[in-house]
């Protein structure tokens, strides 16, 4: 703006002064500010002996996180808005002109004329920054729409070509396509079976405390038979029966190999006799 009035009145041509600035709105929210300023400039001439003076308002705001910088750029903005719009009553080169965000270069020689592709298609063209070399559009040059029908042509040969999946059945044809559960212990790693057997433990609750004789008595798993599972007990194969004062003894005592060999107890021995009776009744129920 002042490089163009510079270039038609001359340095020493003209004038601009700032007659009112004036802040009309200062507002700040959670830390960011606000600043909107008018502003009237006043626009004199010297051509000839005579003096052509025009005025024009204007307006701009600010905005950011420094209150000061806010405010620098409101009267700024307010300023440039008044001095174009005074110049821009002086003719065309002070119009709209004044308001693009980048005033044309200057005229540069015009280029020889490029020459037409061989199949006298108008395709478009542009120049790269280092050659005059015309560059096709990367639409046509990669052919892209030239070949659009082609893809289109393969894609519907492919669909009929492959088979139509056949949809899975809601539920197995027989039971013999149920998946059987995965045997654990027959696995390279593989984990302990803890065997489950009400009967059994309602064998094991019959007999008698071994330590004080006494019954009833609870069937005790021996935690240290197998090793240790988040929510859940050892084989049912690994119970001996105990009564509920010898039975909570042994829960409060912390460690129960160290209370087993005080007692001179060995408790797998008679747990596993226990089981091989329990047995040995199922084989004889399931002969007969």
């Known amino acids: 703006m002042i490089s163009e009035a510079n270039r038609i009145f001359g340095f020493d041509g003209?004038?601009?002064e700032t007659l009112e600035s004036r802040c009309v709105l200062a507002r700040e929210n959670r830390g960011s500010f606000l600043a909107v300023y008018i502003a009237r400039v006043r626009v004199t001439v010297h051509a000839e002996g005579a003096s052509v003076v025009r005025e024009g308002h204007g307006s701009g705001e600010g905005?950011?996180?420094?209150p000061a910088e806010?405010?620098?750029?409101?009267?700024?903005v307010?300023?440039?808005d008044a001095t174009k719009r005074a110049l821009a009553t002086f003719g065309k080169p002070f119009g709209l002109e004044l308001y693009r965000n980048a005033k044309a270069g200057p005229i540069e020689k015009a280029l020889p004329p490029q020459p037409q592709p061989a199949d006298g298609a108008a395709a478009r063209t542009g120049l790269h920054p280092d050659d005059t070399t015309p560059i096709p559009r990367p639409s046509r040059y990669y052919g892209r729409r030239q070949s659009a029908p082609v893809s289109e042509h393969f894609r519907n040969e492919r669909r009929q070509l492959a088979p139509t999946p056949a949809a899975p059945p809601l539920s197995p044809a027989t039971a013999d396509l149920l998946p059987g559960r995965i045997d654990k212990s027959a696995l390279t790693i593989a984990e302990p079976k803890r065997l489950r057997d009400k009967a059994h433990l309602k064998f094991v609750a019959s007999q008698p405390c071994l330590i004080c004789g006494r019954q009833p008595s609870d069937p005790h798993h021996l935690r240290f038979a197998q090793p240790r599972a988040i929510g859940m007990k050892v084989s049912d194969e690994f119970t001996v029966p105990l009564c509920r004062g010898h039975h909570r003894q042994l829960h409060?005592?912390?460690n129960e190999v160290a209370w087993w060999e005080r007692l001179k107890i060995k408790p797998l021995e008679v747990a596993r006799a226990l089981w091989e009776q329990t047995r040995a009744k199922s084989v004889q129920e399931t002969a007969k």
């Open 14 to 16: 003209w004038s601009r």
């Open 63 to 66: 905005r950011g996180t420094s």
């Open 70 to 76: 806010v405010h620098d750029i409101a009267v700024k």
């Open 78 to 80: 307010a300023e440039t």
């Open 252 to 254: 409060q005592a912390g």
